[in-house]
């Protein structure tokens, strides 16, 4: 499985972004997706998931600003992010998971490259 992302960028504080992700390969074998970022110096911290179910898990630090979604008809995942904040500024992966929603939490099994999301004050 190959997890592609797009949508990264700057944006100014209040702004909005959405980042998207388009998997390929052996994507019978998904039963879950999401994004973890990783800001500098932090580790790597799981911010929304999404099962195949519609299961959602949204970390305490976006919800009600941030959406994970996808739309099947183009095989893509989102996330809108919105109300952007500077201590938002990261790399965003795309993850999937072939287990349930609680293996993205624990340890998913493919990851994106990453896209760099910069919020400026």
């Known amino acids: 499985v190959q997890l592609v992302e797009s949508g990264g960028g700057l944006v100014q504080a209040g702004g909005s972004l959405r980042l998207s992700c388009a998997p390929s390969?052996?994507?019978?074998?998904?039963?879950?997706m999401g994004w973890y970022r990783q800001a500098p110096g932090k580790e790597r911290e799981l911010i929304a998931a999404?099962?195949?179910?519609?299961?959602?898990y949204y970390a305490d630090s976006v919800k009600g600003r941030f959406t994970i979604s996808r739309d099947n008809a183009k095989n893509t995942l989102y996330l809108q992010m919105n109300s952007l904040k500077p201590e938002d500024t990261a790399m965003f992966y795309c993850?999937?998971?072939?287990?349930?929603?609680?293996?993205?939490?624990?340890?998913?099994?493919?990851w994106g490259q990453g896209t760099q999301v910069t919020v400026s004050s």
């Open positions: 993850a999937a998971a072939r287990g349930t929603i609680a293996r993205m939490i624990t340890g998913p099994d493919y």
């Open positions: 390969g052996s994507i019978f074998s998904i039963n879950a």
């Open positions: 999404l099962s195949h179910g519609d299961d959602t």
